[in-house]
C-alpha cells in the first residue's frame, strides 16, 4: 500500500471530565478510545459497530465538526485538527459528509438549489455562470432532474432526499467522503438505489468512502476494507472478504451471527445480561469479556492490542482468544 | 451509471394537501373577526388626515364637555372642549404607531439577543441569558417607571421604555427555539459547505425562526398598546396637548362621573383595538405554529370512528384463526382528499402463529394493525368496511366499553420505540402493575407479584430491582423487553407487535426475536408482526402478508414466498436488500415510488414500477388468485417457476 490518505494516530474523544471549581471529578465519556487506522486512496472502509460505539463521533472528528481529545488525524500530510481549527474550509475541500437523515439535513427553507450553491459559492468562489452549469452536472450525477433545483425539501422523498445529500457533498468536489448511515433511514426499496448511485461516482470521479453502518449486509456490499468498533475501540480490521470470512473477534462473529437474512432461521441470541459496558466506568481489560463466550482472566486485566491473527498482515484483531468457534446453528 | 432520472414526479404532489395559511386563518371565525377589526381601526388611523375631522387641539371652552351626538360634534366634547372624534381617530394613530414600534424594536432587539444567546450557547448564552433575567426581576411596570423617570416623560421615551421592557420576552422565546435548532444537522451542513457563523446564524437559523418572531409580535403588540396606554395613563407618556388613548382616558378620570362619555370612548376603543390584536394574535398563532398546523388542535377521541359501507359474511371464519381480519378498509379524511391507506386486507392469525405483515413505508401495514382494535385517529381516520373477528366476536360492531376491556387484554400491542410509548415519569414496575389492575381485581402485592414474574419471563436479569427502575434507565433493549411484558401482562391472545426491533441494535434484535418467538410458542399467543426486512422474517415469521398500496398482494409461508415469490413486487422487494454472504450480488432497486393511496392507479398499483406489466394490468379490479389452501397472489401475470433456493449461508461457520 502507498501512503495513506487518511491515517488516524491513537485518536482519543473524550467528553465531559474536568473539575468543578470546588475540585470534585466530573465523570468523563471515553467515546473513542485510541483508534489507530489508515484510509488509502480510492478504497472504500466500511466502519461497523453498534449504538455507542463512537463510530459517529469518529465520523464528526474526521470532517471537523469535533476535534480529537488526543491523537492525531493526518490528512495527505496535514494535521486535520490544526488545519480545522485554521481554515475550516480548506477541511471542507478536502472531506465532505453525507447525513444518515437525509431531510433532517436540508434545511426547510431552503430551495434545493441555495443548499448546492452554498459550497460551489463559499467553498469554490464559483460565478454565477459556472455555478448554473455545474448545478445541473450535480443533479444528473445523482439522477435526479434539474427541474428540481427550485423545489423545497419537503417536496421529496427520502431516497431523492438523500441522493441531494450526496450531490451537496460531491459539489465540493473533496477527495474523501464520509458517509454516516447514509442508508439506514430509508425504505429497503430505496436503499438500492442510493448504494448504486454512491457506487457509481466512486468509480466515476475516483472518490475514497468512509462508510459507517451498523448493517453488516450493506457495509459488506460496498467495503474494500471493514473496520469494527466495539465501545470506542477498533477490535478487527482486515478487508472485506478476510472479515466476513474468517471472523477472528468473538464479538464480530456474534454480529454476523445476530444479522437477520433471508432464509436464516436462527439469530444468535446472547442473555440478557450481557450488556454494554457503563460508559463512565469503562471495566479493566478488554471490553468485551462479560459478554464473550470464550473469556479468560486475562480478557479481565489485560486490554488487547491489534495483531495480526491471520496469515493476512492486513488481517488485525485486538483479542487474547481469537478465532475461537462458537458460532450458534 | 445504474438507474433512470428520476423525472419530475414530485410535480404530482405539487397541489398542497393542507390548505394554505390564508384559508387556514379565514376559517377561524374570530380570528377573521379580529383582522375586520383591526383593518377598520387601522385604516381610519391613516386616513385620519384625510377625513374631515377638526382640530384635534383646537379648544372651545364655550362648548365643552358636550354630550355625544351633539350637531357638529359626534362624539362630545372634552372637558376643554375639544372634539372627542378628531381626538380619538388622532390618538388611535398615536397609540398604534408607538405600540407597533416598540413592538418592531423589542422584537429586533430581542431576537437578535435570543439568536446569539442560543446559537452561541456555552458563556455567551449564560451572560446574555442572566443580563436578561435581571431586567425580567424588575416588576415590568416600575421598570418601565424607572426608564421614563430618567428619561423623562414624553411619548418616545414611554415607547423606549416599553420596548426595553418587553425585549426578555423575545430574546427568552427566540433562544429556546434557536438553541434547538442549531444542534440540527441542517446548521453542520452548512458549516461543512463553507458557510461562516454569521452566514449560518442569519442564512439558516434565523428563516426557521422567523415565524416563530412573528407568533411573538402578533401576540404582544396588543399587550403593547396597552402598556402604552398605562403610561399615559399615569402622564409620562404622550404630553399636552397631544392625544393618545391612554391620555384622553387619564383626562376622561377627572370628569368620570358628571360626564362618562369622555372616558368611555377611550376605553372602548382600547377594548376593540387590543382584542382585535388578541383573536387576530392566537389565529396567526393556530396558522404558523407546525404543532397546532398538522392537526394536533383537533384532539382525536379514544377509538376509531366506524362507517362500515361494507360488511362481509361472518360465517366464513376459519375455524382455528384466533383472529381474523376480512375486508378492512381504513381512509383518511384530509380536507377534500380522501387517502385509503387500507383497502380491502384479508388476514388470519391462528393460535400460536407469527404472521409477518411485510411493505414499504406508505403501504398500510401499520394503519391494518391499528384499526383491529381502533386506534387509528379520528378524525381524520375511519374504517369503511370489513370485519375483524375475534374468537368470532367482531370488534368492529363491539362497544366501546367491550374494546376498552379488550384492549391490552386479549389484543395487545407492541411498538417500536418502548422509549416513547413508556411513560417516563413512572416506575416500570408501577406501570406494568397498572396494565394488570386495569384488566382484572387484583391486590397491590398481587399484582406486583405477577409484574416481577413477567419480568422475569421476558428474562430480565434481576426483575424485583428492575421494577424501580424509571424507563430512562434502561437500554433499548430491556426497555422493548418491558413493553412486551406488559402486552402479555393479560394473557393475550394475539400480539400486534409494529416493527419491534426496528430501533434495536443487530445483537439486541437478535434477543427480542427469539424471546419473542419463545414466548408465543409457550403461551400460544398469536403475533402479528410488521416489518420490511425479510431478513426479520425469515426469523420468526411462519406466515408472510406483503403489503402495496393498501391491499395484500402476495400471501403465503414464509418458505414459499422466499423461495417463489408469485408477485413480481415481493421479488423485487426481496432482491433489492444486500444478504450478508452475498456480496457480489447485484442489488436491483424497484424504480419509482410507491403509489399515492389519495390517487390509486386503476387496476394493479404496481403495474407503473412493474416490468412484467401489460395493457391487462391497467384495468380493473385485479383479485387474488389463491395457489393453494393458503397462497395467494394479486397478479395476472405472476412470476411462474420457481426461483432457487436461496443458500441460508451462515457466515461464522464458514
New interface residues.
Given amino acids: 500500500m502507498g501512503p495513506a490518505l487518511l491515517s488516524m494516530d491513537n485518536v482519543e474523544r473524550v467528553f465531559g471530565g474536568g473539575k468543578t471549581l470546588l475540585g470534585r471529578v466530573l465523570p468523563a465519556v471515553h467515546a473513542v478510545q485510541g483508534i489507530t487506522l489508515e484510509v488509502q486512496r480510492g478504497e472504500t472502509l466500511g466502519i461497523v459497530g453498534?449504538?455507542g460505539c463512537g463510530k459517529s463521533t469518529l465520523a464528526r472528528m474526521l470532517?471537523?465538526?469535533d476535534a480529537p481529545t488526543g491523537g492525531s488525524i493526518t490528512f495527505d500530510g496535514e494535521d486535520l485538527a490544526a488545519l480545522a481549527r485554521s481554515d475550516?474550509?480548506a477541511v471542507?475541500?478536502k472531506i465532505?459528509?453525507v447525513?444518515q437523515?437525509p431531510l433532517?439535513?436540508?434545511?426547510?427553507?431552503?430551495t434545493i438549489r441555495a443548499?448546492l450553491e452554498?459550497?460551489l459559492?463559499?467553498?469554490l468562489g464559483m460565478d454565477r455562470h459556472r455555478r448554473g452549469q455545474r448545478l445541473e452536472e450535480l443533479m444528473?450525477d445523482v439522477?435526479?432532474?434539474p427541474?428540481?433545483l427550485d423545489?423545497y425539501p419537503h417536496?421529496?422523498?427520502g431516497g431523492?432526499a438523500q441522493r441531494i445529500?450526496i450531490a451537496?457533498?460531491l459539489?465540493?468536489e473533496p477527495e474523501l467522503i464520509v458517509l454516516d448511515e447514509p442508508v439506514s433511514a430509508l425504505?429497503?426499496?430505496?436503499?438500492?438505489?442510493v448504494?448504486?448511485?454512491l457506487?457509481?461516482l466512486k468509480r466515476?470521479f475516483g472518490l475514497t468512502y468512509l462508510f459507517i453502518s451498523?448493517?453488516?449486509?450493506?457495509i459488506?456490499?460496498v467495503s474494500d476494507r471493514v473496520a469494527v468498533l466495539y465501545f470506542g475501540n477498533l477490535v478487527e480490521i482486515g478487508s472485506?472478504?478476510s472479515v466476513?470470512?474468517?471472523?477472528q473477534h468473538p464479538y464480530t462473529?456474534?454480529?454476523?451471527?445476530?444479522?437477520?437474512?433471508?432464509?436464516?432461521?436462527?439469530?444468535?441470541?446472547?442473555?440478557?445480561?450481557t450488556?454494554?459496558p457503563d460508559p463512565f466506568n469503562p471495566p479493566p481489560g478488554c471490553a468485551f469479556h462479560a459478554r464473550c463466550p470464550s473469556r479468560s482472566n486475562r480478557c479481565r486485566e489485560q486490554e488487547p492490542v491489534l495483531e495480526c491473527a491471520t496469515d493476512d498482515a492486513h488481517h488485525r484483531v485486538a483479542c487474547h482468544h481469537p478465532n475461537i468457534?462458537t458460532?450458534?446453528? | 451509471m445504474p438507474g433512470t432520472i428520476d423525472a419530475a414526479d414530485p410535480i404530482k404532489n405539487r397541489k398542497p394537501a393542507r390548505p394554505d395559511s390564508i384559508r387556514l386563518l379565514l376559517n377561524n371565525q374570530l380570528a377573521t373577526a379580529g383582522l375586520l377589526v383591526f383593518c377598520l381601526i387601522v385604516v381610519l388611523a391613516i386616513a385620519a388626515p384625510l377625513l374631515p375631522l377638526g382640530d384635534p387641539d383646537a379648544t372651545d371652552l364655550a362648548n365643552r364637555l358636550l354630550a355625544p351626538s351633539a350637531e357638529e360634534h359626534i362624539l362630545g366634547t372634552d372637558s376643554l372642549g375639544r372634539d372627542i372624534l378628531s381626538r380619538l381617530v388622532w390618538g388611535t394613530r398615536v397609540s398604534l404607531a408607538v405600540g407597533i414600534s416598540a413592538t418592531l424594536i423589542a422584537a429586533f432587539f430581542g431576537s437578535l439577543i435570543g439568536l446569539v444567546a442560543g446559537y452561541a450557547a456555552g458563556r455567551t448564552d449564560t451572560l446574555l441569558m442572566r443580563g436578561i433575567d435581571m431586567i425580567m426581576a424588575f416588576p415590568y411596570i416600575l421598570l418601565a417607571l424607572a426608564i421614563v423617570a430618567v428619561l423623562g416623560p414624553g411619548l418616545l421615551n414611554a415607547l423606549y421604555a416599553i420596548a426595553v421592557v418587553n425585549i426578555p420576552f423575545f430574546a427568552r422565546n427566540i433562544r429556546g427555539i434557536a438553541l434547538g435548532l442549531s444542534r440540527r444537522e441542517f446548521v453542520d451542513a452548512a458549516r461543512l459547505s463553507g458557510k461562516s457563523n454569521v452566514q449560518i446564524l442569519f442564512g439558516e437559523v434565523l428563516p426557521n425562526v422567523l415565524p416563530v418572531i412573528i407568533i411573538t409580535m402578533s401576540t404582544t403588540i396588543g399587550w403593547m398598546i396597552l402598556e402604552t396606554a398605562g403610561l399615559s395613563f399615569l402622564g409620562l407618556g404622550a404630553q399636552p396637548p397631544q392625544a393618545d388613548l391612554g391620555s384622553m382616558l387619564g383626562q376622561g378620570r377627572k370628569v368620570l362621573f358628571t360626564s362618562p362619555h369622555v372616558s368611555i370612548i377611550p376605553g372602548l376603543m382600547i377594548f376593540a383595538l387590543v382584542m382585535s390584536i388578541n383573536l387576530l394574535g392566537d389565529g396567526i398563532r393556530d396558522v404558523l405554529d407546525p404543532r397546532l398546523k398538522s392537526g394536533s388542535l383537533t384532539r382525536p377521541v379514544a377509538r376509531t370512528a366506524i362507517e362500515r359501507s361494507f360488511v362481509p359474511d361472518v360465517a366464513a371464519l376459519r375455524e382455528d384463526a384466533i383472529l381474523d381480519i376480512q375486508g378492512l378498509r381504513t381512509e383518511f379524511r384530509i380536507g377534500s382528499e380522501i387517502y385509503r391507506a387500507v383497502g380491502g386486507v384479508d388476514l388470519s392469525i391462528d393460535k400460536g402463529e407469527c404472521l409477518g405483515v411485510v411493505g414499504e413505508s406508505g403501504s398500510g401495514k401499520s394503519v391494518s394493525a391499528m384499526s383491529v382494535m381502533g386506534l387509528v385517529p379520528t378524525p381524520p381516520g375511519r374504517i369503511t368496511g370489513g370485519v375483524a373477528l375475534l374468537g368470532g366476536e367482531d370488534l368492529f360492531s363491539a362497544s366501546n366499553e367491550r374494546i376498552r376491556q379488550l384492549r391490552g387484554a386479549a389484543v395487545s400491542y407492541v411498538f417500536q420505540d418502548p422509549l416513547s410509548t413508556l411513560h417516563p415519569l413512572f416506575r416500570v414496575g408501577e406501570q406494568l402493575v397498572e396494565a394488570i389492575q386495569a384488566h382484572g381485581s387484583m391486590t397491590g402485592s398481587q399484582a406486583r407479584e405477577k409484574a416481577e414474574n413477567l419480568l422475569r419471563m421476558v428474562r430480565i436479569p434481576n426483575p424485583g430491582e428492575r421494577l424501580k427502575a424509571y424507563p430512562h434507565e434502561l437500554s433499548g433493549g430491556m426497555r422493548q423487553r418491558v413493553s412486551i411484558a406488559m402486552a402479555l401482562a393479560n394473557d393475550a391472545d394475539v400480539i400486534i407487535a409494529d416493527e419491534p426491533t426496528t430501533a434495536l441494535d443487530v445483537t439486541v434484535q437478535a434477543q427480542i426475536l427469539s424471546l419473542l418467538d419463545a414466548l408465543r410458542k409457550q403461551n400460544n399467543t398469536g403475533i402479528l408482526f410488521i416489518t420490511h426486512d425479510f431478513g426479520v422474517v425469515s426469523a420468526i415469521c411462519d406466515r408472510v402478508a406483503v403489503m402495496y398500496g393498501g391491499k395484500i398482494v402476495e400471501t403465503g409461508t414464509t418458505e414459499e414466498i422466499l423461495a417463489a415469490p408469485a408477485h413480481p413486487y415481493t421479488a423485487k422487494l426481496i432482491d433489492c436488500v444486500p444478504v450478508l454472504g452475498e456480496p457480489q450480488r447485484r442489488l436491483d432497486a424497484i424504480e419509482g415510488r410507491p403509489p399515492v393511496v389519495n390517487n390509486l392507479p386503476d387496476g394493479c398499483a404496481f403495474a407503473p414500477r412493474c416490468f412484467h406489466a401489460r395493457d391487462d394490468c391497467r384495468s380493473g379490479e385485479i383479485e387474488m388468485t389463491m395457489l393453494g389452501a393458503r397462497r395467494g397472489v394479486r397478479c395476472l401475470f405472476p412470476l411462474g417457476e420457481p426461483k432457487q433456493v436461496r443458500e441460508t449461508t451462515k457466515k461464522g461457520t464458514r
Avoid at chain 1, 462473529?253 to 445480561?273: F, I, T, V
Wanted: proline share 5%.
Fill in positions: 453498534e449504538s470532517v471537523g465538526l475550516p474550509r471542507a475541500r465532505q459528509y447525513f437523515d433532517a439535513s436540508l434545511n426547510p427553507r431552503k443548499i452554498a459550497p459559492i463559499h467553498l444528473r439522477n435526479l432532474t427541474e428540481f423545489r417536496e421529496f422523498s431523492q445529500g451537496r457533498a459539489a465540493a425504505d429497503v426499496s430505496v436503499q438500492a438505489q448504494l448504486n448511485i457506487e457509481g466515476e451498523h448493517d453488516l449486509s450493506v459488506e456490499s472485506a472478504a466476513f470470512d474468517s471472523a462473529r456474534l454480529l454476523l451471527n445476530s444479522a437477520p437474512a433471508p432464509g436464516r432461521k436462527s439469530l444468535a441470541a446472547e442473555d440478557a445480561e450488556e454494554l468457534r458460532t450458534v446453528k
